[in-house]
């Protein structure tokens, strides 16, 4: 019997939630535009820099990039999870900037189970040069476990 994926349903709720951001806010700003393209343990998406998120020398502002990394990264462990995780701890990693209007695809990956804790690493390139824009890795963790006891020790 060939294998089937029996959590696809994971990967469409990635895609979902991130192509959705209006609702969201804050985290709504980073990914406007974005074009998703998830599958187990992965999200692989695309954007153009676009005004708004630019500095005053028109490149893609750091915080913006943390920002959408970090969207990255949930996605990502939500296509394996099915759930959103909170970050416990992430690092970034600043290469090259993005400028207004350049095409950057953001390419997250699981990279390590422990436990409740994932670990995530997101790399950012420009599209046409394939330069390397950031690399964030991260750590995330469910906020409250799935299944809790009966009765507390404490």
């Not at 990255?72 to 296509?79: D, E, F, K, L, R």
């Not at 950057?104 to 409740?116: A, L, P, S, T």
Request: hydrophobic share 45%; net charge positive.
């Amino acid at each position: 019997m060939g294998a089937v994926e029996p959590l696809a349903w994971m990967s469409a709720a990635a895609r979902r939630w991130l192509e959705n951001t209006p609702g969201r806010a804050l985290n709504a700003l980073p990914l406007s535009g974005v074009r998703v393209s998830p599958r187990r343990g992965r999200a692989l998406c695309s954007l153009r820099v676009p005004p708004h998120l630019t500095d005053a020398e028109g490149n893609w502002h750091a915080g913006a990039i943390a920002m959408a990394a970090d969207d990255v990264c949930a996605a990502t462990i939500m296509s394996v999870e099915g759930i959103v995780k909170v970050s416990v701890h992430y690092d970034i990693s600043y290469f090259t900037p993005a400028k207004l209007h350049d095409e950057v695809e953001m390419d997250g990956r699981v990279v390590e189970q422990k436990g409740r804790m994932t670990a995530v690493a997101v790399e950012i390139r420009k599209k046409e040069s394939g330069e390397l824009v950031a690399i964030r890795r991260q750590w995330m963790t469910a906020s409250r476990p799935k299944c809790v006891a009966a009765h507390s020790k404490i």
